[in-house]
């Protein structure tokens, strides 16, 4: 068996906003093992990228981790220390955001941002942290990198722009990477290519990668496991082959049989209906029951525990009671 | 040839995709001719300021009672004062000082500005409260009075005008730069730095201030006429430059006895002052213009 990475245990964020406390992600557990690709699937604004910042410690003030532990190597992470957490950011844990051209700072050179976490880090020189900062564009296909290190990113496209992103997160070859929605704002053919340098620097890097993404195409083009999260919480969990082959959470079908496919002569494309419950006020009981299609009378007023299926197979759904309770 | 690396490209095709944002902000300045002018005139008048003694015929400071008031002629371009002194001497000597009570107290009160803004726009919280009511009060105040009380305090002189400029001019940059700074925090590279593990002092520093530059070119060159024009009225309401400095607003204020009499005595110095006042503002707004994709964003 792969030594875990990092393990998340029963994470519970908060936004405090004057609407009242969101509830971001609501007791959140999983293992990301050491060179492992784990996907975190659902829709915008159901705590995945929450819980990503939540792992950082970049959750800003209006935000706060009030329960749980994230065990980094055998280091829970939430209780070290401002400077402690700043030295794994970057070093050990990187990560890579949805908007490159955002992600990176308009007024400097790309090279010099790509190189920042070598100096920070590493200590390194400004003539050294260039030329390894060269190396790593050439590295993640950036043609030319010599002279394309002193451009500004307004130079660069999008696709560029998230290669030299990739680029800055892995220089100084962390041992995680959290890729936040990292194809989502690319067109089609270069979200492929990203895909696949993605998939060849893990390799060589041996880091692991937790995925964040609401494309269950990137999933599986990508991941080893995947988890799938509804209003703050897994629903479903289990290996992205099972997982697509039988999905079992009525959410995870619904989200499988919406995805547009070109075999099937489709008129319409399936959708789930109603829309994410407020985080503010979640409904009572299953969290899903006002849109599943399933739904029975048990749903409304308690929620469903996760039961476990085999070794690899987890779900949180009333369908599944009888089956092993975890 | 082994097509590989930059020997590849083209040279005139590399050093034009390099073009940073400032090169392409000057071409952009450049096509403006308001502007150009501006500049062109603030560069004559920096030459002329710094090559003072070469280029001025007279000793600015030579009293000559016997040739007082005199017309503009060949042997003094400009006329001459009540004490018989060169006029054309005297402006080309107040440029200097025009000129450095315009660009020092700018870049003085625009650096503290900077450092207040940044700080304040990031941290947010009581610091923000604490520093930004400094900066309500300091704007509050009619800005010529306050630095006439402060010149009154520490007393006349050029470097007492400097320090009365900077405190009365912080405010407003420290204003400007702090909204930039709230929008900019929120922006995805600052997350990103962040997320990189870059210190909060550096990402002030390095990551959010660079982005505030393109207003504050602006700014700065906005507040060089401010200052010169408050420069001017101080030392002609008798509390900034003392006599026989020949700085421009003290030769207006001298002058003003004779307005009628000998005209010339008070129209050069105070043409001086519009002229380069204007050509400040008109670089000013050249560059707000050439700046405005960065400006807008």
């Known amino acids: 068996m792969m030594q875990k990475l990092i393990s998340v245990e029963g994470l519970a964020v908060r936004f405090f906003t004057r609407k009242g406390t969101v509830r971001a992600v609501d007791g959140v557990s999983f293992d990301v093992d050491d060179g492992g690709i784990v996907g975190l699937v659902g829709e915008s604004g159901c705590g995945k990228s929450a819980t990503a910042l939540s792992i950082m410690g970049l959750l800003g003030p209006a935000g706060e981790t009030t329960s749980g532990s994230i065990r980094f190597k055998g280091e829970d992470l939430l209780r070290l220390s401002p400077k402690e957490m700043r030295q794994i950011r970057g070093k050990e844990i990187s990560m890579v955001f949805q908007e490159p051209m955002n992600a990176l700072n308009p007024v400097r050179s790309v090279g010099e941002q790509v190189a920042e976490p070598l100096k920070i880090h590493l200590g390194l020189s400004g003539g050294e942290a260039r030329l390894r900062a060269i190396e790593m564009l050439e590295e993640v296909g950036i043609p030319d990198a010599a002279s394309r290190y002193d451009q500004y990113p307004h130079q660069f496209s999008g696709g560029m722009g998230q290669r030299a992103m990739i680029a800055m997160a892995l220089i100084c070859e962390p041992k995680l990477l959290i890729a936040d929605e990292p194809t989502t704002a690319l067109d089609v053919t270069i979200q492929a290519q990203i895909i696949s340098l993605l998939h060849s620097l893990r390799e060589r890097l041996h880091m692991a990668v937790l995925l964040i993404t609401h494309d269950f195409g990137v999933v599986a083009e990508l991941c080893d496991v995947v988890n799938v999260m509804y209003a703050g919480v897994i629903v479903e969990w289990g290996n992205v082959v099972d997982v697509f082959d039988d999905p079992l959470h009525p959410y995870t079908r619904g989200l499988l049989r919406s995805m547009p496919r070109a075999k099937r002569r489709q008129r319409k494309l399936e959708v789930i209906g109603g829309a994410v419950p407020s985080l503010i006020e979640l409904p009572q009981g299953c969290r899903f029951h006002p849109r599943c299609e399933y739904v029975t009378k048990r749903c409304f007023s308690e929620e469903p525990p996760v039961f476990q299926l085999n070794d690899d197979r987890l779900v949180r759904c009333w369908l599944f009671e009888g089956r092993m309770k975890l | ?297």
């Open chain 2, 1 to 297: 040839m082994a097509g590989k690396g930059r020997n590849c490209v083209p040279r005139a095709l590399r050093q034009k995709v390099r073009a940073g944002l400032w090169q392409e902000t000057i071409s952009r300045f450049g096509e403006n001719s308001m502007a150009m002018v501006g500049f062109y005139v603030i560069a004559a008048v920096a030459i002329v300021a710094i090559f003072a003694p070469l280029i001025s015929f007279h000793d600015p400071y030579e009293i000559n009672l016997r040739q007082r008031l005199l017309l503009p002629s060949g042997a003094h371009i400009l006329g001459t004062d009540a004490f018989g002194r060169d006029m054309l001497s005297r402006i080309i000597y107040g440029a200097r000082i025009s000129l450095l009570v315009g660009l020092i107290p700018s870049f003085i009160s625009i650096g503290i500005g900077s450092a207040v803004g940044v700080t304040s726009g990031y941290l947010g919280g009581k610091i923000d409260f604490i520093l930004m009511r400094v900066a309500d009060i300091v704007i509050a105040f009619p800005s010529l009075l306050l630095a006439m009380v402060i010149m009154y305090t520490l007393g006349a002189g050029l470097s007492n005008i400097f320090i009365a400029l900077s405190f009365v001019g912080w405010a407003e940059a420290a204003r400007v730069v702090r909204s930039q700074v709230l929008s900019l925090r929120e922006q995805g590279f600052v997350e990103a730095a962040k997320a990189m593990g870059v210190r909060r002092r550096a990402i002030m520093a390095r990551h959010i201030f660079p982005n505030c530059l393109p207003s504050l070119v602006v700014l700065f060159t906005l507040k060089v006429p401010e200052f010169i024009l408050a420069e001017a009225s101080l030392s002609f309401l008798g509390v900034g430059a003392q006599p026989p400095v020949p700085s421009w607003g003290l030769l207006v204020s001298q002058g003003k006895e004779f307005i009628f009499s000998a005209p010339w005595v008070v129209a050069f110095p105070g043409g001086a002052i519009f002229l380069v006042a204007l050509a400040f503002n008109f670089v000013g707004d050249g560059l707000r213009e050439a700046l405005d994709p960065y400006l807008k964003r």
